[in-house]
Protein backbone atom coordinates (compact mmCIF):
# COMPACT_ATOMS: atom_id res chain seq x y z
CA UNK A 1 0.00 0.00 0.00
CA UNK A 2 1.89 3.33 -0.90
CA UNK A 3 2.55 5.82 1.84
CA UNK A 4 1.38 8.98 2.44
CA UNK A 5 4.17 10.64 3.75
CA UNK A 6 4.65 14.09 5.69
CA UNK A 7 8.18 16.04 5.85
CA UNK A 8 8.69 18.68 8.23
CA UNK A 9 11.69 21.06 8.38
CA UNK A 10 12.23 24.98 8.36
CA UNK A 11 14.59 24.37 5.36
CA UNK A 12 13.04 24.58 2.37
CA UNK A 13 16.22 23.10 1.12
CA UNK A 14 16.65 20.35 3.42
CA UNK A 15 12.58 19.57 2.54
CA UNK A 16 13.08 19.55 -1.52
CA UNK A 17 16.54 16.87 -0.59
CA UNK A 18 14.22 14.58 1.30
CA UNK A 19 11.36 14.91 -0.69
CA UNK A 20 13.55 14.55 -3.99
CA UNK A 21 15.50 11.27 -2.04
CA UNK A 22 12.14 9.44 -1.38
CA UNK A 23 10.76 9.97 -5.12
CA UNK A 24 14.27 8.37 -6.23
CA UNK A 25 13.94 5.67 -3.85
CA UNK A 26 11.54 3.33 -5.19
CA UNK A 27 9.45 3.07 -2.14
CA UNK A 28 5.71 3.16 -2.95
CA UNK A 29 4.52 6.34 -2.09
CA UNK A 30 1.33 8.48 -2.33
CA UNK A 31 1.37 11.79 -1.77
CA UNK A 32 4.21 13.61 0.06
CA UNK A 33 3.22 16.68 1.98
CA UNK A 34 5.45 19.48 3.44
CA UNK A 35 5.41 21.19 6.63
CA UNK A 36 7.90 24.08 8.15
CA UNK A 37 7.83 23.64 11.61
CA UNK A 38 5.81 21.27 14.11
CA UNK A 39 2.72 23.92 14.65
CA UNK A 40 2.23 23.04 10.59
CA UNK A 41 2.93 19.55 10.67
CA UNK A 42 0.30 18.92 13.37
CA UNK A 43 -2.25 21.08 11.00
CA UNK A 44 -1.33 18.88 7.78
CA UNK A 45 -2.10 15.57 10.44
CA UNK A 46 -5.48 16.84 11.64
CA UNK A 47 -6.24 16.91 7.98
CA UNK A 48 -5.04 14.48 6.17
CA UNK A 49 -3.95 10.75 6.53
CA UNK A 50 -0.21 10.75 6.85
CA UNK A 51 1.24 7.21 7.48
CA UNK A 52 4.75 7.84 7.83
CA UNK A 53 6.21 11.17 8.87
CA UNK A 54 9.88 12.65 8.70
CA UNK A 55 10.63 15.02 11.29
CA UNK A 56 13.54 18.06 11.98
CA UNK A 57 14.29 18.53 15.47
CA UNK A 58 15.79 22.50 15.34
CA UNK A 59 12.64 24.41 14.05
CA UNK A 60 11.21 27.66 15.29
CA UNK A 61 7.16 27.86 16.42
CA UNK A 62 7.00 24.25 17.65
CA UNK A 63 10.53 22.04 17.38
CA UNK A 64 10.43 18.46 16.33
CA UNK A 65 10.67 16.79 19.89
CA UNK A 66 7.35 18.96 20.96
CA UNK A 67 5.34 18.06 18.09
CA UNK A 68 6.26 14.52 18.43
CA UNK A 69 4.94 14.81 22.37
CA UNK A 70 1.59 16.27 20.92
CA UNK A 71 1.38 13.39 18.11
CA UNK A 72 2.13 10.61 20.77
CA UNK A 73 -0.78 12.26 23.00
CA UNK A 74 -3.42 12.70 20.54
CA UNK A 75 -5.44 9.44 20.08
CA UNK A 76 -6.09 8.82 16.13
CA UNK A 77 -2.53 10.01 15.32
CA UNK A 78 -0.61 8.68 18.61
CA UNK A 79 1.06 5.79 16.57
CA UNK A 80 2.19 7.63 13.52
CA UNK A 81 5.15 6.23 12.49
CA UNK A 82 7.92 8.68 13.10
CA UNK A 83 11.73 9.38 11.84
CA UNK A 84 13.64 12.07 13.04
CA UNK A 85 15.76 13.12 10.36
CA UNK A 86 18.30 15.69 12.34
CA UNK A 87 21.92 16.90 12.65
CA UNK A 88 21.55 15.71 16.33
CA UNK A 89 24.53 14.05 17.54
CA UNK A 90 23.50 13.07 21.25
CA UNK A 91 23.73 9.83 21.92
CA UNK A 92 21.33 10.06 25.21
CA UNK A 93 18.93 11.54 22.77
CA UNK A 94 19.28 9.53 19.85
CA UNK A 95 18.67 6.52 22.39
CA UNK A 96 15.92 8.42 24.26
CA UNK A 97 14.13 8.72 20.70
CA UNK A 98 14.50 5.20 19.23
CA UNK A 99 13.69 3.62 23.39
CA UNK A 100 10.23 5.53 21.68
CA UNK A 101 10.07 3.33 18.21
CA UNK A 102 10.94 6.20 16.56
CA UNK A 103 13.64 5.82 13.90
CA UNK A 104 16.40 8.34 13.83
CA UNK A 105 18.35 9.90 10.36
CA UNK A 106 21.57 11.62 10.86
CA UNK A 107 22.14 14.91 8.28
CA UNK A 108 23.79 14.60 5.94
CA UNK A 109 22.36 11.25 4.90
CA UNK A 110 22.63 8.90 1.81
CA UNK A 111 19.51 7.72 -0.10
CA UNK A 112 20.00 4.15 1.29
CA UNK A 113 19.91 5.06 4.66
CA UNK A 114 16.82 6.92 4.37
CA UNK A 115 14.80 4.45 2.32
CA UNK A 116 16.68 1.96 4.70
CA UNK A 117 14.84 3.65 7.91
CA UNK A 118 11.66 4.30 6.10
CA UNK A 119 11.75 -0.20 4.93
CA UNK A 120 12.74 -0.39 9.05
CA UNK A 121 9.91 1.27 10.36
CA UNK A 122 6.81 0.31 7.91
CA UNK A 123 7.28 -2.65 6.27
CA UNK A 124 6.62 -1.44 3.29
CA UNK A 125 8.73 -3.15 0.30
CA UNK A 126 10.27 -1.67 -2.84
CA UNK A 127 7.59 -1.91 -5.71
CA UNK A 128 10.15 -0.66 -8.75
CA UNK A 129 13.61 -0.56 -9.47
CA UNK A 130 15.34 1.42 -7.25
CA UNK A 131 17.89 4.21 -8.32
CA UNK A 132 21.16 4.39 -8.13
CA UNK A 133 21.09 8.24 -7.78
CA UNK A 134 22.59 9.60 -4.48
CA UNK A 135 22.99 12.84 -3.06
MG1 LIG B 1 15.94 22.69 11.28
Known amino acids: ?17 IVRT ?10 VLEAENGREGLDVLSKHWI ?9 PVMNGL ?3 DKVRQTSEIS ?10 SSTTRIEMLKDMGIGFV ?5 AETLREAVI ?3 GVT ?4 TSNESL
Open 1 to 17: MPLNVLVVDDSNVMRSI
Open 22 to 31: LRLSGLPLEE
Open 51 to 59: DLALVDINM
Open 66 to 68: EMI
Open 79 to 88: DLPIIVVSTE
Open 106 to 110: HKPFS
Open 120 to 122: ELT
Open 126 to 129: LNEP
